[in-house]
């Protein structure tokens, strides 16, 4: 098991701002090696000589070259990561190692208290997860046979999401991390939905397209290389996740499972021709998406056949079943013809920018729908692209895509130093809930995008080639 030495901070983590706790731990722990080291150097030129050591050191414990292009992922069975998700309502775990075998993969839903209050209550579901998340970390460990000293590091989602529910999986993440010295990989969960494409299918090269569909975000990106995406579309109000979602709640579905597999499922016995929903967004010729006014159609058209959403579909009459089957067809219709024309768009602005794009990955929850699936990889066909689609227990949230995600940018040494072993269970952590994933694409920029921009980061992407910059700058 390789020694990493705590004194690197990762370099997304580096160049962001906000990050005040991890920035004076670094600037303390780099006064401290200076101090061993002699008389002391400034904190950002001993920076860049700890972050050039450690990528040698990191070549030779782990037996590999630093990956000279980010499609060249080389594995090695000797990294071993845990990753942890708790931005939303599931706490997940797994433990995976970078040949991509996954030990082990461990999910405690929520979707008990969702069935109950209808929605995420951000309060109830941080208590659902402070009550899982040792069990859930407990199991995915003993599943794996494997203890924390077999780590080699750490990775949790620390945005965008929840921040009460972020926060309990990277204090958890920080609390092992000290406690055996194991480096942290900070992860974005857009990012985390995406990469996982690459576990599951090997040879998928950067760039590639992805489509994200979940409960809160609809992203259409041009994945440039880790951590360097371009965002061609996103949603300008609803994702397609919510408009499942409300739309399973209103005509009185059992969400358990969660709202969408239940309008799936339901829209298997309906016709989908019979409601007359409008295809969002037709006039504009952007990759952007809604979904607020369809849920208004579905709720207005539930409204108007008198459906009650307080008799439950299994104690529907046959006529009143009849009748919401054929709401939930013909929603899911037009909410996926809405995807399918703003892919055929963005597939064309992708290929004007990466002509060598091969790959549509489809992920996030929303994606583990067969209806989705098939009607994507028409779309996909008709333009010569592949379509890829992870599993659908890896479409929803869960802790391998965190693991990868954290092998694949631990392995171009992007990670922070373990925490300090006592850190304080009221020590301020870096959470970003409001996180962009990439640069929005200049030419897609449209008028109805342009009122939703408010952000709290910068983006992965940005962040990311500011780092490149300095560590360019300062290998000069
Ligand atoms: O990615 P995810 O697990 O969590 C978020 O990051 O939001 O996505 C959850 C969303 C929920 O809105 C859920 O209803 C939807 O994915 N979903 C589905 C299906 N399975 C999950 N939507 C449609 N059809 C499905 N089979
Ligand atoms: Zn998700």
Known sequence: MATIFPNLSSAIFRVNPFYRPSLYLTIRGFN????????LR?????????FKSLSAQLSSNFNLAMAQTQNQLIPDKSLVVLGIETSCDDTAAAVVNSNGEILSQVISSQAELLAKYGGVAPKMAEEAHAQAIDQVVQDALDKAKLTEKDLTAVAV????????CLRVGVQKARRIAGAHSLPIVGVHHMEAHTLVARLVERKLQFPFMALLVSGGHNLLILARGLGDCIQLGTTIDDAIGEAYDKTAKWLGLDLRKSGGPAVEKLALEGDAESVKFNVPMKQHKDCNFSYAGLKTQVRL????????AGISISSASSEDRKARADIAASFQRVAVLHLEDKCKRAIEWALKIEPSVNHLVVSGGVASNQYVRARLNEVV?????????????LCT????????????????GRFDPPPPPDEPEDALVDLRPRWPLGEEYAEGKSEARSLKTARVHPSLTSLIQASRKQQSESAV
Do not use: Y
């Open 42 to 50: 400034p904190a950002r030129s001993i920076l860049r000589a700890s």
């Open 32 to 39: 401290k090696l200076g101090a061993q080291q002699g008389p």
């Open 301 to 308: 058209a539930i409204e108007a056949k008198n459906i009650n």
């Open 157 to 164: 989602t620390i945005g965008p999401g929840l921040s009460l």
């Open 397 to 412: 949230d869960n802790g391998v895509m965190v693991a990868w995600t954290g092998i694949e940018h631990f392995l171009v």
């Open 381 to 393: 066909k008709k333009n010569g692209l592949q379509l890829v689609c992870p599993p659908p227990s």
